[in-house]
């Protein structure tokens, strides 16, 4: 069975869509829902679209 999950990356605060076949991940990529990374913005802790704050 495949199934899909979104988990945060917690160095960069990056969304990332994982693909999981019986528990194993089997592709890993950033999750881009209107082809702009979806991340956690450091100053604020919610989630935002678009470009990744380098600080």
Do not use: C
């Not at 990332?16 to 979806?38: A, E, M, Q």
């Amino acid at each position: 069975m495949i199934s899909e999950k979104l988990v945060i990356d917690e160095r960069t605060g990056i969304v990332r869509k994982l693909t999981l076949f019986r528990g194993r991940v089997i592709n890993d990529t950033s999750y881009k829902p209107h082809g702009r990374h979806v991340f956690v913005n450091p100053n604020t802790h919610l989630l935002e679209e678009g470009e990744i704050p380098l600080t």
